[in-house]
C-alpha cells in the first residue's frame, strides 16, 4: 500500500463510499430483521449482483454473486458470471490490485470507526478478488469475535438445516455442499465440520453397501428371469435391508407381489368354475358342464382336467338323445342345485331347460322366483 496513488484512492473510493452508504441502508433497514438472504431470496441476490456488474462495481458484483452460489449451490448462473468476472480481472492485474488495496484501506477506516457490519462488508469484498488473502480473514475473524450479524447467523442455520435433510435423503454431496456454505460464514464451527466428516464417511459407506446391492441384484435379476419368483424376492429383500432408498429393488418386489396376486385369483376363479363345472357334471346338465369347462380352460389353457371332461360331456350328451331327456337333466340339476342354496348355478340349469323347452312354465316360474330372492 506504500506505492498507491491518493488521486486514483479518492477516485475509487467516492463511488465506493456510496456504494457503502447504499449498503448501510440496505442492512440497518427493519427488514433487516428478517432473513438477509432468505428474504431477498436468490433472484434478488441475482439482480442486485446484475447491477453491480452493469456499473462495472466489480467485488460487489462477485460478493453478491458469491451470496447467490452458496443459496442454491445446484444452480450454475452465479458461478458462470463470477468465472466471467475473474476473466475481466485477470486481463489487468493491477486493476484488481488496486481494488483490492482500495477496499482494504476502506475496511480499516470503517473498523477503526468500529462500523462492523460495513467493514465486514468491505473484508468479504476484497476476498472475493483475492480468496488466499490473510489480513481480511484475520479480521474478519476478529469482527466476529465482538459482532454478531444476525443475517449471517439466519444464514448459517439455514445452510445447516438444509444439510441435514439433504443427508437425511442420502444426498451426501449435496448436503456437504451445504456444510461448506454455512463454514463460509463460521469457519471454525466444529459442529458442521463434524457433519462434513461424518457426511463423507455415510458417503463411504453408502457407495459399499450401494456396490453390495449391485452386485446382489444381478443375481436376483437371474433368478426372476428363471422364474424363480420366491428366490428372486428374497434377494430383492436384501437390498432393500442394506439400501432402504433403493427403488430398483422396491419397484422387483412389488412385481413378484403383483404377479402372486394375481396367480392367486386367476387359481381362484379356475377353482370355482371347474367345481360349478363338476356340479353340472354329476347332475348330467352336460351342456351347462361344457360351458363351465370351457371357461375354466380359458383360464388355464394347460390344465388337463377341463380337457378330460370335456370328452365326457361329449359321451354324456350323446347319450341324452331326445329333448325330453335334455329337459329332464337340466331340471333334475336345477332342484339339486336350489336344495343346497347354489341360486346362481340353479339359475343356469333351469335357464338351460327353459331354453330346451320354451312353452314350459315350471322352469320360467323358478327363474322368477330365484331373481327375486337373489335381488332380495
Same mark, same amino acid.
Given at each position: 500500500m506504500?506505492?498507491? $496513488?491518493?488521486? #486514483? +484512492?479518492?477516485?475509487i473510493?467516492?463511488?465506493l463510499?456510496?456504494?457503502?452508504?447504499?449498503?448501510?441502508? /440496505?442492512?440497518?433497514?427493519?427488514?433487516?430483521?428478517?432473513n438477509?438472504? $432468505?428474504? @431477498?431470496?436468490?433472484?434478488?441476490l441475482?439482480?442486485q449482483? !446484475?447491477? @453491480?456488474?452493469?456499473?462495472?462495481?466489480?467485488?460487489?458484483?462477485?460478493?453478491?454473486?458469491?451470496?447467490a452460489?452458496?443459496?442454491?449451490?445446484e444452480?450454475? &448462473?452465479?458461478?458462470?458470471?463470477?468465472?466471467e468476472?475473474?476473466?475481466v480481472?485477470?486481463?489487468d492485474?493491477?486493476?484488481r490490485?488496486?481494488?483490492?488495496?482500495?477496499?482494504i484501506?476502506?475496511?480499516?477506516?470503517?473498523?477503526?470507526?468500529k462500523?462492523?457490519?460495513?467493514?465486514?462488508t468491505?473484508?468479504? #469484498?476484497?476476498?472475493?478478488?483475492d480468496?488466499?488473502a490473510?489480513?481480511?480473514?484475520?479480521?474478519?475473524?476478529?469482527?466476529?469475535a +465482538? &459482532?454478531?450479524?444476525?443475517?449471517?447467523?439466519?444464514? /448459517?442455520?439455514?445452510? +445447516?438445516e438444509?444439510?441435514?435433510?439433504?443427508?437425511?435423503?442420502? !444426498?451426501?454431496?449435496?448436503?456437504?455442499l451445504?456444510?461448506?456454505?454455512a463454514?463460509?460464514v #463460521?469457519?471454525?464451527?466444529?459442529?458442521? %465440520?463434524?457433519?462434513?466428516?461424518?457426511?463423507? %464417511?455415510q458417503?463411504?459407506?453408502? #457407495?459399499?453397501?450401494?456396490?453390495? @446391492?449391485?452386485k446382489?441384484?444381478?443375481s436376483?435379476?437371474?433368478l426372476?428371469?428363471?422364474?424363480?419368483?420366491?428366490?428372486a424376492?428374497?434377494?430383492y429383500?436384501?437390498v432393500?435391508d442394506?439400501?432402504?432408498? $433403493?427403488?430398483?429393488?422396491?419397484?422387483?418386489?412389488q412385481?413378484i407381489?403383483?404377479?402372486a396376486?394375481?396367480? %392367486?385369483?386367476?387359481?381362484?376363479?379356475?377353482?370355482?368354475? +371347474?367345481?360349478l363345472?363338476?356340479?353340472f357334471?354329476? $347332475?348330467?346338465?352336460?351342456a351347462n358342464?361344457?360351458?363351465?369347462?370351457? =371357461?375354466?380352460l380359458?383360464?388355464k389353457?394347460?390344465a388337463?382336467?377341463?380337457?378330460?371332461?370335456?370328452?365326457?360331456? %361329449?359321451?354324456?350328451?350323446?347319450?341324452?338323445?331326445?329333448?325330453?331327456?335334455?329337459y329332464?337333466a337340466?331340471l333334475?340339476?336345477?332342484?339339486?342345485?336350489?336344495k343346497?342354496?347354489?341360486?346362481?348355478?340353479?339359475?343356469?340349469s &333351469?335357464?338351460s331347460?327353459?331354453?330346451? *323347452?320354451?312353452?314350459?312354465?315350471?322352469? *320360467?316360474?323358478?327363474?322368477?322366483?330365484? =331373481?327375486?330372492?337373489i335381488?332380495?
Amino acid at each position: 500500500m506504500k506505492n498507491s $496513488n491518493p488521486g #486514483k +484512492v479518492l477516485n475509487i473510493f467516492i463511488p465506493l463510499a456510496f456504494i457503502a452508504i447504499t449498503l448501510f441502508t /440496505f442492512l440497518t433497514s427493519p427488514c433487516r430483521a428478517q432473513n438477509q438472504v $432468505n428474504a @431477498a431470496g436468490y433472484a434478488t441476490l441475482i439482480q442486485q449482483a !446484475d447491477q @453491480a456488474l452493469s456499473a462495472r462495481d466489480y467485488p460487489t458484483a462477485l460478493l453478491w454473486y458469491e451470496k447467490a452460489t452458496h443459496a442454491k449451490p445446484e444452480l450454475t &448462473f452465479a458461478a458462470g458470471k463470477i468465472a466471467e468476472i475473474n476473466a475481466v480481472l485477470d486481463a489487468d492485474p493491477d486493476s484488481r490490485a488496486r481494488l483490492f488495496e482500495n477496499l482494504i484501506l476502506r475496511a480499516e477506516d470503517l473498523y477503526k470507526q468500529k462500523n462492523y457490519p460495513l467493514a465486514k462488508t468491505e473484508y468479504q #469484498k476484497s476476498l472475493t478478488l483475492d480468496p488466499a488473502a490473510q489480513f481480511p480473514k484475520d479480521r474478519l475473524a476478529q469482527i466476529s469475535a +465482538v &459482532f454478531t450479524d444476525p443475517a449471517d447467523q439466519s444464514y /448459517f442455520s439455514d445452510a +445447516v438445516e438444509n444439510g441435514d435433510k439433504a443427508l437425511a435423503a442420502s !444426498d451426501f454431496d449435496k448436503a456437504i455442499l451445504f456444510y461448506q456454505t454455512a463454514l463460509s460464514v #463460521k469457519p471454525d464451527a466444529k459442529a458442521v %465440520k463434524d457433519k462434513i466428516t461424518n457426511t463423507r %464417511k455415510q458417503q463411504s459407506d453408502y #457407495k459399499t453397501l450401494a456396490d453390495q @446391492a449391485l452386485k446382489i441384484i444381478a443375481s436376483a435379476d437371474k433368478l426372476l428371469l428363471a422364474e424363480k419368483r420366491t428366490e428372486a424376492r428374497a434377494e430383492y429383500q436384501k437390498v432393500l435391508d442394506i439400501t432402504p432408498a $433403493n427403488a430398483y429393488a422396491r419397484q422387483k418386489i412389488q412385481e413378484i407381489d403383483q404377479f402372486a396376486a394375481d396367480k %392367486k385369483t386367476l387359481q381362484d376363479g379356475y377353482d370355482k368354475t +371347474v367345481e360349478l363345472a363338476d356340479q353340472f357334471y354329476i $347332475n348330467r346338465d352336460f351342456a351347462n358342464a361344457r360351458l363351465k369347462y370351457q =371357461e375354466a380352460l380359458k383360464a388355464k389353457p394347460e390344465a388337463r382336467y377341463p380337457k378330460e371332461m370335456l370328452e365326457k360331456t %361329449k359321451s354324456g350328451a350323446s347319450q341324452l338323445q331326445s329333448d325330453q331327456e335334455k329337459y329332464d337333466a337340466a331340471l333334475a340339476s336345477a332342484e339339486s342345485l336350489l336344495k343346497t342354496e347354489e341360486y346362481e348355478a340353479a339359475l343356469i340349469s &333351469f335357464r338351460s331347460a327353459s331354453t330346451i *323347452k320354451p312353452t314350459e312354465t315350471y322352469p *320360467k316360474t323358478k327363474i322368477a322366483d330365484i =331373481e327375486k330372492l337373489i335381488g332380495d
